[in-house]
């Protein structure tokens, strides 16, 4: 079975500066998808970005990026130019290639304090 | 506008009672599933859907029942065997086969006990 591990119960970053949240995975397949989710205090969970394990190049999406190491099984998002908005809790999710079942794996999330 | 709805927002059970959380969908999705996100946890699998007519159980299926009867609605029923049903549940779609798109989550429903 598939694991996420988010090992960064929290983090904390200033206004207009990077921070980095780490996700690491465990599965034995080599085609897979990799997905962030953003959760900010209204509960609804927003897709930030998204990787397919098969391209070398790092997504990119705005102020979001991933740095995505397929050999270590990590899969870290990027936030620069950090913005209030930004705070949230942030979910790394694991989604199979193919197969009967899509479903996602989540990881136990980061909680992101952006403060002034 | 296409989404997922899902009702109500809060909802409160009694000792011995089921009580059924309501999901719809209007964006043509194949694919449903439901999730339970308990405090300083992800989410986790309750139910999914790839069709209608057809459902699997997810990792934490015990206490939960559904239907999908039609395309566009996956009602989650929450029973009295479900001990510790208090946690925010979460309704979501996507393209069966087209695993690059994302799943859409709906607002969520809020249980509580009384």
């Known amino acids: 079975a598939q694991t996420v591990t988010q090992s960064q119960p929290e983090m904390s970053v200033q206004e207009a500066e990077t921070v980095t949240l780490s996700c690491t995975y465990d599965?034995?397949?080599?085609?897979?998808?990799l997905f962030w989710y953003k959760q900010p205090p209204s509960r609804q969970m927003i897709l930030v970005i998204r990787q397919e394990a098969y391209k070398q190049q790092n997504a990119t999406e705005n102020r979001f990026s991933v740095n995505f190491q397929k050999a270590a099984k990590s899969f870290s998002l990027k936030i620069s130019d950090s913005q209030l908005g930004d705070a949230a809790m942030y979910f790394c999710?694991?989604?199979?290639?193919?197969?009967?079942?899509?479903?996602?794996?989540f990881g136990t999330g980061t909680r992101l304090q952006v403060t002034l | 506008d296409g989404g997922i709805t899902q009702s109500p927002k809060y909802l409160f059970r009694k000792e011995g009672q089921n009580v059924t959380l309501s999901c719809e969908q209007n964006l043509n999705h194949d694919a449903m599933y439901w999730y339970r996100q308990d405090p300083g946890q992800g989410l986790r699998l309750i139910y999914y859907s790839q069709i209608v007519n057809d459902f699997q159980k997810g990792d934490i299926a015990e206490g939960y029942s559904v239907s999908r009867e039609k395309k566009e609605s996956f009602p989650l029923t929450v029973t009295s065997a479900q001990k510790n049903p208090t946690a925010f549940y979460l309704c979501a779609s996507s393209w069966a086969e087209r695993f690059n798109q994302p799943q859409h989550f709906g607002d969520g429903t809020r249980l509580s006990i009384l």
């Open positions: 599965t034995s397949e080599s085609d897979y998808y």
């Open positions: 999710a694991y989604r199979r290639y193919t197969g009967t079942a899509s479903k996602l794996t």
